[in-house]
């Protein structure tokens, strides 16, 4: 697993997180946070934007799909040297009262586990939010952070109370 504070150049890092938090974004309803299992609860729900789904992906699972505004991304892509993209899309968690810890899982379905792919969770704002690992190793949500890791280790996130959202954007590639 590796940390890198101050990911982006600041002026990149300022035009993309302008851009994924401004008023015209487009965010999607969804009814799970992580996948579907027997623990949702009523607030088990997030906001997202599909910028990449490979082919089999949902909610894509016929073709791939690449969003035009995907090229928000490509400083985020060339530092990660990304050269097959899985998935790549952005979840906003609203804020809530008490902070909610949702399920360990990894991004990419059964069966696909033994893909053998990186994931990096980049950090679009700062929050009382945070990434938590199997080992017990948090990430806390600080604005232009990411961490990158082995897409076969399962993880989780949370909300956050003290900010309107919890914004990250999630790449699964090779």
Not at 52 to 62: H, S, V
Not at 99 to 113: P, Q, S
Not at 128 to 137: A, K, L, R
Request: net charge negative.
């Amino acid at each position: 697993m590796k940390v890198i504070n101050d990911f982006l150049p600041e002026h990149q890092f300022k035009g993309l997180q302008s851009y994924v938090m401004g008023e015209f974004f487009p965010w999607w309803y969804n009814t799970e946070v992580d996948f579907p299992n027997d623990n949702s609860y009523l607030d088990d729900y997030q906001f997202t934007h599909v910028f990449y789904a490979d082919k089999g992906i949902e909610p894509f699972p016929e073709e791939e799909s690449k969003y035009p505004d995907a090229v928000i991304l490509d400083p985020i892509s060339a530092l990660l040297k990304i050269n097959k993209p899985k998935r790549i899309k952005a979840n906003l968690l609203p804020r809530t009262e008490n902070r909610i810890i949702f399920n360990f899982h990894n991004d990419i379905k059964e069966k696909d586990t033994d893909y053998p792919g990186q994931t990096a969770i980049f950090y679009v704002n700062t929050n009382d939010g945070y990434t938590e690992f199997e080992d017990g190793t948090r990430v806390e949500s600080v604005a232009n952070k990411i961490v990158i890791f082995d897409s076969k280790i399962k993880h989780r996130g949370t909300t956050c109370t003290n900010q309107k959202t919890r914004v990250v954007i999630n790449l699964n590639y090779v």
